[in-house]
């Protein structure tokens, strides 16, 4: 059995609850390019099934707008929406938009003084990770971590294991000597499929996903004052998630 030597993490839904701000600015892009388009919260819980922007606005003129007469390079059409979207959420980041989940500031940093290496595996943009980073954890944050994989690095987007493995190599390590942590069903798909050990921690768009195979399963990571709820997985009475929970989970 390896030794637990690196954690990798998932952005949206993972660091922060940032899925709603990133529904807000899709619904300001479309009303920016005089589109009718509205995302509501429902819907957009299915559109997530999606991974990535583009992909998430393609498959939305689909699935429900097969009437809708863009112009001819739609892909272009839609690159440009995306970047205003983009845009937008960034800006809504820098501005305090949102904030780090529970634990996620006190376990990067226990981490970091433990000697563990940190690598990023995300399908969003690598703008969106550099504006949440900055906003929410120090000025030099994006140096904590020795990969930051992200959007359209790899061809395929998570369910695809593609962005893991694209870490991994980046870092030079085996997946059995890491440990994923995920918010999402796609992300634990993406996450085991690349060999590696996952901790899920259900965010507010994934409440209802599927989670087996997942190592640890979480409302959230938890603090001293404020603990976690198990939903499955063994914790041998901690009741949030420090480095001692994670080589144990690790090695199980
Ligand atoms: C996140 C995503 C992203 C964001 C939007 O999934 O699916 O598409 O919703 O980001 P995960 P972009 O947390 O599994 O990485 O619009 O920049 O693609
Ligand atoms: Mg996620």
Same mark, same amino acid.
Not at 7 to 29: I, K, Y
Not at 118 to 134: F, M
Not at 207 to 226: C, I, M, N
């Given at each position: 059995?390896?030794?637990?030597?690196?954690?990798?993490?998932?952005?949206? @839904?993972?660091? /922060?609850?940032?899925?709603? &701000?990133? #529904?807000?600015?899709?619904? !300001?892009?479309? +009303?920016?390019?005089? *589109?009718?388009?509205?995302?509501?919260?429902?819907?957009?819980?299915?559109?997530?099934?999606?991974?990535?922007?583009?992909?998430?606005?393609?498959?939305?003129?689909?699935?429900?707008?097969?009437?809708?007469?863009?112009?001819?390079?739609?892909?272009?059409?839609?690159?440009?929406?995306?970047?205003?979207?983009?845009?937008?959420?960034?800006?809504?980041?820098?501005? @305090?938009?949102? /904030?780090?989940?529970?634990? &996620?500031? #006190?376990?990067?940093?226990? !981490?970091?003084? +433990?000697?563990?290496? *940190?690598?990023?595996?995300?399908?969003?943009?690598?703008?969106?990770?550099?504006?949440?980073?900055?906003?929410?954890?120090?000025?030099?944050?994006?140096?904590?971590?020795?990969?930051?994989?992200?959007?359209?690095?790899?061809?395929?987007?998570?369910?695809?294991?593609?962005?893991?493995?694209?870490?991994?190599?980046?870092?030079?390590?085996?997946?059995?000597?890491?440990?994923?942590?995920?918010?999402?069903?796609?992300?634990?798909?993406?996450?085991?499929? !690349?060999?590696?050990?996952?901790?899920?921690?259900?965010?507010?768009?994934?409440?209802?996903?599927?989670?087996?195979?997942?190592?640890?399963?979480?409302?959230?990571?938890?603090?001293?004052?404020?603990?976690?709820?198990?939903?499955?997985?063994?914790?041998?009475?901690?009741?949030?998630?420090?480095?001692?929970?994670?080589?144990?989970?690790?090695?199980?």
């Amino acid at each position: 059995m390896s030794e637990l030597r690196a954690l990798l993490f998932d952005v949206d @839904g993972t660091l /922060a609850e940032t899925e709603e &701000v990133h #529904r807000q600015a899709f619904n !300001a892009a479309f +009303a920016t390019a005089g *589109l009718d388009w509205v995302w509501s919260k429902d819907l957009y819980r299915e559109l997530l099934g999606v991974t990535g922007g583009k992909e998430r606005i393609r498959h939305y003129l689909d699935t429900r707008r097969p009437d809708f007469h863009g112009p001819d390079d739609m892909a272009a059409f839609i690159a440009n929406l995306h970047q205003t979207k983009t845009t937008i959420y960034t800006d809504r980041v820098a501005a @305090g938009g949102v /904030a780090p989940r529970p634990g &996620v500031r #006190r376990l990067l940093a226990e !981490a970091r003084a +433990a000697g563990l290496r *940190l690598g990023i595996a995300t399908t969003t943009t690598p703008d969106n990770v550099t504006a949440l980073l900055k906003a929410n954890l120090a000025a030099d944050a994006e140096s904590w971590f020795e990969v930051i994989a992200a959007g359209s690095m790899v061809p395929n987007k998570k369910p695809a294991p593609d962005i893991y493995f694209y870490a991994m190599e980046h870092m030079g390590v085996e997946p059995a000597a890491c440990l994923a942590f995920e918010d999402s069903e796609n992300g634990l798909i993406a996450a085991r499929a !690349a060999g590696l050990k996952t901790l899920v921690t259900v965010s507010d768009y994934t409440q209802r996903h599927d989670f087996s195979g997942a190592a640890l399963l979480l409302d959230q990571l938890g603090e001293p004052d404020r603990p976690f709820q198990v939903l499955a997985g063994e914790v041998n009475g901690a009741s949030y998630v420090d480095v001692d929970l994670l080589r144990r989970v690790h090695a199980r």
